[in-house]
């Protein structure tokens, strides 16, 4: 993939959040008229693995808008979340270190084929970075065939998260 684009009630904590807490960097802006009146700034952030974008559009030309892409819909805020990749378990820990320095709560759960470490952006989204600790075999993609097929699929239990605490407390499932 290349990029995702979403839009931006606030583009200056928007920025702040996938420069300082990301560690993305703007690689580019292009702004252009629309259709519609008013204008739109594009902006580019290189994630090391594609881009991610959010469209600062021209607020006097907009109704209100949530910007959240699932609670924003009425649905659960991981339903639809940006899940970045994590290198190895260095970054996984380092990410985390980042986020809590800026002064975020994560969210971090290990799904036995991933770990993988949670917070919100500026905007209401969820942002996750996910290590994948499992390499798939013909008898996984056989049992993912099988569970996406299933009349009544086997629910598996949910996986606790433990929370890692802006003020530095933790909480363990």
């Known amino acids: 993939m290349h990029h995702v684009a979403i839009a931006t009630r606030d583009a200056d904590s928007t920025h702040r959040f996938y420069t300082e807490a990301m560690g993305f960097e703007l690689a580019k802006v292009e702004v252009a008229n629309t259709a519609t009146g008013g204008w739109a700034r594009h902006l580019f952030y290189d994630t090391g693995d594609g881009m991610i974008a959010f469209w600062d559009l021209d607020k006097a030309k907009l109704n209100e808008f949530d910007p959240a892409i699932s609670t924003g819909l009425g649905l659960p805020i991981w339903t639809n979340h940006l899940a970045f990749v994590a290198a ?37 989204i969820m942002v996750e970075w996910c290590l994948t600790t499992h390499v798939f075999d013909a008898a996984d993609r056989a049992e993912a065939e099988m569970l996406r097929v299933a009349k009544a699929p086997p629910v598996q239990e949910a996986k606790g998260a433990t929370f890692f605490l802006a003020d530095g407390s933790i909480i363990t499932p």
């Open 88 to 124: 190895d378990q260095g970054h996984l820990d380092h990410a985390k270190s980042r986020w809590i320095s800026f002064g975020l709560d994560v969210a971090e759960v290990d799904h036995e084929w991933s770990v993988s470490i949670y917070t919100t952006d500026p905007n209401g």
